[in-house]
């Protein structure tokens, strides 16, 4: 905390060129920075004491401390992160299959409606990963940064 302490000096001293909006923003930016960083502190927080209680045990897992600390968020974050992966791999095949589909069209003379149809799976599957990539980065990252703590002590 004494170092962000010494920064928000710096900052605030750096800031006299800016207007007084720009000041406001900088620092609506840093608290909000600083709320981030007390959520994180305290999940740490709360899963340290759910691995100590956990490391009692004769035989600890470390998926029943970030059950305990997590839960939900733990469990959710875990299958957007399967979604992500399922989505990059699915996409691919449905492009093979509309391409496959784009060059058969062009060597029997099919009709067009086939190609629609494929274009807006691929445009709809294409927005549901990634909405699912975004909502496993947002959800996932507090899980993430707790559990590379815990494997850096």
Not at 38 to 57: G, I, N, P
Not at 89 to 113: A, S
Not at 135 to 144: I, L, N, P, Y
Request: proline share 1%; glycine share 10%; hydrophobic share 45%.
């Amino acid at each position: 905390m004494k170092s962000l302490g010494i920064g928000l000096l710096i900052l605030n001293s750096a800031i006299g060129i800016f207007s007084t909006v720009g000041q406001y923003v900088v620092l609506a930016y840093l608290i909000q920075q600083l709320h981030c960083w007390r959520r994180v502190m305290s999940k740490l927080d709360r899963f340290l004491h759910c691995w100590t209680e956990e490391s009692q045990k004769e035989k600890p897992w470390l998926l029943c401390a970030l059950n305990r600390s997590l839960g939900r968020r733990f469990w959710f974050g875990g299958f957007y992160k399967i979604g992500n992966d399922l989505s990059q791999f699915v996409g691919p095949v449905i492009l093979n299959h509309l391409l496959q589909d784009v060059t058969h069209v062009q060597e029997n003379g099919r009709h067009q409606t086939t190609i629609n149809d494929f274009t807006g799976c691929r445009v709809a599957l294409n927005k549901m990963g990634s909405l699912v990539i975004w909502r496993a980065a947002f959800s996932g990252w507090g899980s993430e940064v707790q559990w590379l703590w815990s494997l850096s002590t």
